[in-house]
């Protein structure tokens, strides 16, 4: 079990934190944003949410489907608020995901508020790589609560390791991907790895093929988190191979085509050793 406390000093993965990350798919770093700081994350996340909820109606928890359960999820928010931008394109968190990759910079490839109401339902096993048309192992995930969070809120879990088979089919979240995957889980013995408990602005970070889930939230509290996915700065768009991976070209990189570089305008530079990051309107 990898239950080790990492440390990131100024922005700088320890080198254990990285040989974690690339051995198991998957790494807690602790204290990744001080109290300030994961305090104006929240602000600005739980304000945008708060707008998005405000302009859209949510249907009620036991009208919805098990993807739909698993959390309200509220995408790109950097690209919509400015409050959210200044967070998100972070070049200390940039260069955090930089590190842990071992790759030369970072661009964006999405933000998602993912909140897990009280009484939410399980999150199915999945990997998120089966969404994004790029041709790189190189693409993180930073999951970060923006509350104190305890093991019955929902946590994170990951089945360490599993990043190494890469593709396991299509298998999009669903109760499918959970019965498949679930199976896979326990014929292929990998520990399944979980926090009992994090704190606000603690964080986890997973491979793009690295297999996690999560189960409902069954305390009376809001799961507030935080993601942000960050790929290496030259990889390119590959031929979609579904409808999901198609839509992630329009929704994340609007205007490319496949062979094109990920780094439409919406992919933005946020860390690099050699450049200086792409300047911000
Ligand atoms: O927050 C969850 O329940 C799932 C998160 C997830 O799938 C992800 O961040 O890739």
Same mark, same amino acid.
């Not at 993965?13 to 944003?33: F, I, P, W």
């Not at 793009?208 to 700065?233: F, K, Q």
């Not at 590959?238 to 070209?249: C, F, G, L, S, Y």
């Given at each position: 079990?990898?239950?080790?406390?990492?440390?990131?000093?100024?922005?700088?993965?320890?080198?254990?934190?990285?040989?974690?990350?690339?051995?198991?798919?998957?790494?807690?770093?602790?204290?990744?944003?001080?109290?300030?700081?994961?305090?104006?994350?929240?602000?600005?996340?739980?304000?945008?949410?708060?707008?998005?909820?405000?302009?859209?109606?949510?249907?009620?928890?036991?009208?919805?489907?098990?993807?739909?359960?698993?959390?309200?999820?509220?995408?790109?928010?950097?690209?919509?608020?400015?409050?959210?931008?200044?967070?998100?394109? +972070?070049? $200390?968190?940039?260069? =955090?995901?930089?590190?842990?990759?071992?790759?030369? &910079?970072?661009? *964006?490839?999405?933000?998602? /508020?993912?909140?897990?109401?009280?009484?939410?339902?399980?999150?199915?096993?999945?990997?998120?790589?089966?969404?994004?048309?790029?041709?790189?192992?190189?693409?993180?995930?930073?999951?970060?609560?923006?509350?104190?969070?305890?093991?019955?809120?929902?946590?994170?879990?990951?089945?360490?390791?599993?990043?190494?088979?890469?593709?396991?089919?299509?298998?999009?979240? +669903?109760? $499918?991907?959970?019965? =498949?995957?679930?199976?896979?889980?326990?014929?292929? &013995?990998?520990? *399944?790895?979980?926090?009992? /408990?994090?704190?606000?602005?603690?964080?986890?970070?997973?491979?793009?093929?690295?297999?996690?889930?999560?189960?409902?939230?069954?305390?009376?509290?809001?799961?507030?988190?935080?993601?942000?996915?960050?790929?290496?700065?030259?990889?390119?768009?590959?031929?979609?191979?579904?409808?999901?991976?198609?839509?992630?070209?329009?929704?994340?990189?609007?205007?490319?085509?496949?062979?094109?570089?990920?780094?439409?305008?919406?992919?933005?530079?946020?860390?690099?050793?050699?450049?200086?990051?792409?300047?911000?309107?």
């Amino acid at each position: 079990m990898n239950t080790q406390q990492q440390t990131v000093d100024g922005g700088v993965c320890n080198g254990d934190a990285a040989a974690d990350y690339r051995r198991d798919g998957h790494v807690t770093v602790r204290e990744l944003l001080s109290p300030t700081e994961v305090a104006a994350m929240r602000d600005a996340v739980t304000a945008a949410v708060q707008r998005d909820l405000d302009a859209a109606s949510v249907s009620p928890l036991e009208e919805r489907d098990t993807y739909g359960k698993a959390f309200l999820k509220h995408m790109n928010l950097w690209a919509r608020y400015e409050e959210v931008a200044e967070q998100v394109l +972070s070049p $200390q968190l940039g260069r =955090v995901a930089a590190d842990l990759m071992g790759v030369e &910079g970072v661009r *964006i490839y999405h933000d998602q /508020a993912l909140f897990k109401e009280p009484g939410g339902g399980p999150t199915p096993w999945h990997q998120d790589q089966y969404y994004w048309p790029i041709d790189t192992v190189n693409a993180i995930t930073m999951w970060l609560p923006l509350v104190d969070l305890h093991r019955d809120m929902g946590m994170l879990q990951f089945a360490s390791g599993s990043h190494r088979k890469g593709y396991l089919g299509h298998l999009p979240i +669903s109760d $499918q991907s959970e019965e =498949v995957l679930d199976n896979h889980v326990r014929e292929q &013995g990998y520990p *399944i790895v979980s926090e009992p /408990a994090m704190r606000a602005g603690d964080a986890t970070f997973h491979a793009g093929w690295t297999l996690h889930a999560a189960p409902g939230n069954s305390s009376g509290l809001m799961r507030e988190v935080m993601t942000v996915i960050w790929v290496a700065d030259g990889c390119r768009v590959t031929e979609p191979v579904n409808p999901n991976q198609a839509r992630d070209i329009t929704r994340w990189m609007p205007g490319l085509r496949p062979g094109d570089a990920v780094a439409s305008e919406l992919n933005p530079l946020t860390y690099s050793r050699a450049k200086a990051p792409v300047a911000r309107k």
